[in-house]
């Protein structure tokens, strides 16, 4: 059911090295992280097997208690977490416990075992140990920024990196350019969050907008945008920007519930911090509303058919470009009802073009065509030689499907209160495939009209489209013909 697809790097910026002092160590890209089992078997060839509370096997680490694997996770002067490691447990780690509450634990192990709080500490000691924290630390916030919105957990980082800092000028350049890429990333996110809800604040149903302005709807998506190849490009700069902003601690906590050992009744529900998550999949449902408004708008059916035909080609191209989330939602917007039963105007249609689409997406085998086509486009994207042969937006729904299956198929701890980190090694793998997809730049040109478009053109609702399919080709039944008698009362105020 999960395909093996090897996620290529994400790069982190090294902190630098004083001269003549150790240099940092190196981790492997996230390329090097997983095979095809879930994770790199190599990487966990332990001397500690049986103890100190992490249970291994055939040299994988399977198990072990929450504060062994917090443990784990904290470097000391002779050993340097794997990347793998780091990348897995910050993910999974909010399902047992919160990342402030976790930062307060790495914080004050990093403390008391360098003794970076004690005056006499050996600062020899400290110059081996301090790179490999800030580089711990580095990691957090470039790879789960968000996590830091809290107060609790910047006030620690900010403690932790000052104690590291203080006796080295190198030290605190790199502190504090830690600390800039960090806000800059935040602020980013809050101008994202203002302008979506500035969106979602003026979306309006195009019916009552055309009872009330019609003559503010005087353009359709063909005249904004006649070429499908352009609109396939204007699609795919939205999808990847909404990705971008998804952070990938959002698929878990998208799943949290109560943690069977945690006392606190309350703790987890503040966890569940989804938004940009939300926002990707709304935008999903706006493509395929707008779809289906722009069929049923049209009073003549040789123009029905033209928008149809339009968002065929669109849809290809989609295809083509490898954005699968618009596909799935043109493909969608297509397939409900008020527009799968408009038989004349599909008539009119050249509809071999949308069967081909159609057999692609197909769910049957769980959706083994769609899945195959993905894998194409991950090994495109492996080899690419150009940012336009890296694009791989998936269908999302389905990849947070997956997700939730894997998530609800295995138990999180084992019957011993151990955490199973056999589940989160897969669930890691899972998510890096998207860090790797999300943070491709969209190559095409942006065009603010299409954009604006896209983004904001009124859409109707459920009952509107039912209302439009019947005035373009009647009732056929008395189902809908009692159907379309009320929505005329109850949205017109006609009889």
């Given at each position: 059911?999960?395909?093996?697809?090897?996620?290529?790097?994400?790069?982190?910026?090294?902190?630098?090295?004083?001269?003549?002092?150790?240099?940092?160590?190196?981790?492997?890209?996230?390329?090097?992280?997983?095979?095809?089992?879930?994770?790199?078997?190599?990487?966990?060839?332990?001397?500690?097997?049986?103890?100190?509370?992490?249970?291994?096997?055939?040299?994988?680490?399977?198990?072990?208690?929450?504060?062994?694997?917090?443990?784990?996770?904290?470097?000391?002067?002779?050993?340097?977490?794997?990347?793998?490691?780091?990348?897995?447990?910050?993910?999974?780690?909010?399902?047992?416990?919160?990342?402030?509450?976790?930062?307060?634990?790495?914080?004050?192990?990093?403390?008391?075992?360098?003794?970076l709080n004690d005056p006499n500490s050996d600062k020899n000691q400290i110059r081996k140990i301090a790179p490999k924290i800030l580089q711990l630390l580095t990691e957090w916030t470039e790879?789960?920024?968000?996590?830091?919105?809290?107060?609790?957990?910047?006030?620690?980082?900010?403690?932790?990196?000052?104690?590291?800092?203080?006796?080295?000028?190198?030290?605190?350049?790199?502190?504090?350019?830690?600390?800039?890429?960090?806000?800059?990333?935040?602020?980013?996110?809050?101008?994202?969050?203002?302008?979506?809800?500035?969106?979602?604040?003026?979306?309006?149903?195009?019916?009552?907008?055309?009872?009330?302005?019609?003559?503010?709807?005087q353009r359709d998506i063909i005249t904004v945008c006649s070429d499908p190849y352009t609109l396939a490009q204007q699609l795919t700069h939205i999808e990847l920007e909404r990705l971008n902003y998804i952070g990938p601690e959002e698929f878990v906590q998208a799943f949290v519930q109560k943690d069977p050992l945690d006392n606190d009744k309350s703790c987890y529900s503040d966890r569940k911090k989804t938004r940009n998550l939300e926002a990707y999949v709304e935008w999903f449902n706006r493509l395929s509303y707008l779809v289906a408004t722009e069929i049923c708008m049209p009073v003549k059916k040789k123009h029905r058919a033209r928008v149809i035909e339009h968002f065929i080609d669109v849809a290809r191209e989609c295809f083509n470009i490898g954005n699968f989330n618009s596909l799935m939602a043109i493909i969608s917007g297509m397939n409900m009802s008020p527009v799968s039963r408009l038989k004349k105007t599909w008539a009119k249609v050249k509809t071999a073009k949308f069967d081909v689409l159609e057999h692609q997406m197909d769910p049957s085998s769980n959706f083994y065509n769609y899945r195959t086509a993905l894998r194409g486009a991950a090994q495109r994207s492996l080899t690419a030689h150009s940012s336009r042969e890296k694009i791989v937006i998936p269908f999302f729904s389905l990849l947070i499907k997956d997700i939730y299956f894997l998530n609800e198929g295995c138990a999180n701890r084992l019957p011993n209160g151990h955490v199973n980190f056999e589940k989160f090694w897969e669930l890691a793998k899972q998510v890096s495939e998207f860090m790797t997809w999300k943070q491709v730049e969209c190559p095409f040109e942006r065009d603010r009209k299409i954009l604006q478009y896209l983004l904001t053109a009124p859409v109707f609702s459920e009952d509107s489209l039912y209302l439009a399919s019947y005035e373009s080709e009647g009732p056929e039944n008395h189902i809908e013909k009692d159907r379309w008698k009320s929505l005329r009362s109850s949205l017109l105020g006609r009889v």
């Amino acid at each position: 059911m999960y395909n093996s697809i090897t996620p290529v790097c994400f790069t982190s910026p090294l902190i630098e090295k004083p001269i003549g002092k150790e240099s940092m160590p190196q981790t492997p890209p996230f390329s090097a992280m997983f095979d095809s089992s879930g994770y790199n078997r190599n990487l966990y060839q332990s001397a500690e097997e049986s103890c100190g509370g992490l249970y291994y096997h055939d040299n994988n680490l399977l198990s072990g208690s929450l504060e062994a694997l917090i443990q784990h996770l904290v470097p000391n002067v002779d050993y340097y977490p794997d990347r793998t490691y780091i990348f897995t447990f910050l993910l999974s780690s909010r399902l047992f416990m919160h990342p402030y509450e976790l930062m307060a634990k790495v914080c004050h192990l990093c403390v008391e075992h360098q003794r970076l709080n004690d005056p006499n500490s050996d600062k020899n000691q400290i110059r081996k140990i301090a790179p490999k924290i800030l580089q711990l630390l580095t990691e957090w916030t470039e790879t789960f920024p968000y996590d830091f919105r809290d107060e609790r957990m910047m006030r620690n980082l900010k403690d932790l990196a000052h104690r590291i800092a203080s006796g080295e000028e190198t030290y605190r350049k790199n502190v504090q350019q830690m600390i800039q890429c960090l806000i800059r990333k935040l602020a980013a996110l809050s101008q994202y969050e203002e302008v979506l809800a500035k969106i979602s604040s003026t979306s309006t149903d195009r019916l009552t907008v055309i009872r009330t302005k019609p003559q503010s709807i005087q353009r359709d998506i063909i005249t904004v945008c006649s070429d499908p190849y352009t609109l396939a490009q204007q699609l795919t700069h939205i999808e990847l920007e909404r990705l971008n902003y998804i952070g990938p601690e959002e698929f878990v906590q998208a799943f949290v519930q109560k943690d069977p050992l945690d006392n606190d009744k309350s703790c987890y529900s503040d966890r569940k911090k989804t938004r940009n998550l939300e926002a990707y999949v709304e935008w999903f449902n706006r493509l395929s509303y707008l779809v289906a408004t722009e069929i049923c708008m049209p009073v003549k059916k040789k123009h029905r058919a033209r928008v149809i035909e339009h968002f065929i080609d669109v849809a290809r191209e989609c295809f083509n470009i490898g954005n699968f989330n618009s596909l799935m939602a043109i493909i969608s917007g297509m397939n409900m009802s008020p527009v799968s039963r408009l038989k004349k105007t599909w008539a009119k249609v050249k509809t071999a073009k949308f069967d081909v689409l159609e057999h692609q997406m197909d769910p049957s085998s769980n959706f083994y065509n769609y899945r195959t086509a993905l894998r194409g486009a991950a090994q495109r994207s492996l080899t690419a030689h150009s940012s336009r042969e890296k694009i791989v937006i998936p269908f999302f729904s389905l990849l947070i499907k997956d997700i939730y299956f894997l998530n609800e198929g295995c138990a999180n701890r084992l019957p011993n209160g151990h955490v199973n980190f056999e589940k989160f090694w897969e669930l890691a793998k899972q998510v890096s495939e998207f860090m790797t997809w999300k943070q491709v730049e969209c190559p095409f040109e942006r065009d603010r009209k299409i954009l604006q478009y896209l983004l904001t053109a009124p859409v109707f609702s459920e009952d509107s489209l039912y209302l439009a399919s019947y005035e373009s080709e009647g009732p056929e039944n008395h189902i809908e013909k009692d159907r379309w008698k009320s929505l005329r009362s109850s949205l017109l105020g006609r009889v």
